[in-house]
């Protein structure tokens, strides 16, 4: 994309008024910074995923009120994440997050684990031992 063609469609913005840096090519065919105030197309798929982010929190917390799945799917899509950016965050194999997201294993983690899952989360880890245990309902 050339310098002059960076979107600048401000009316439609998700970035709240901020600014994005992209990168174009100058006159000379080097490439500059420029700020861009936003850009439909880019607009609209992040309308599109934050929606589809929502309906999964609401299917992973009804699991979990029902008793289907630990408080894990939950938080996860709560916090915008899938499973592989709670893997990066905590440190763990997908394989064991998903072996979390079963009740009886959720229940016996230790707070080493919980630790992590907190730390992801921005939680206070007393709040995710209440969820082990059962003493909290909702969030």
């Known amino acids: 994309m050339k310098l002059d063609e960076v979107p600048q469609d401000a009316e439609c913005s998700a970035y709240a008024?901020?600014?994005?840096?992209?990168?174009?090519?100058?006159?000379?065919?080097?490439?500059q910074g420029a700020q861009s105030a936003g850009w439909d197309a880019e607009n609209y798929a992040t309308q599109q995923a934050l929606a589809e982010l929502e309906v999964l929190e609401q299917q992973a917390k009804q699991r979990w009120q029902a008793g289907e799945t630990s408080v894990l799917p939950y938080l996860m899509y709560r916090y915008r994440m899938d499973e592989l950016a709670l893997a990066q965050c905590t440190g763990l194999w997908r394989w064991r997050i998903r072996r979390h997201f079963k009740v009886p294993v959720y229940q016996q983690l230790p707070v080493r684990i919980l630790t992590r899952y907190a730390q992801a989360f921005s939680l206070p880890v007393e709040q995710l031992l209440a969820y082990q245990q059962g003493q909290l309902d909702e969030l």
């Open 17 to 31: 008024g901020h600014q994005k840096l992209l990168y174009a090519v100058d006159e000379e065919g080097c490439y």
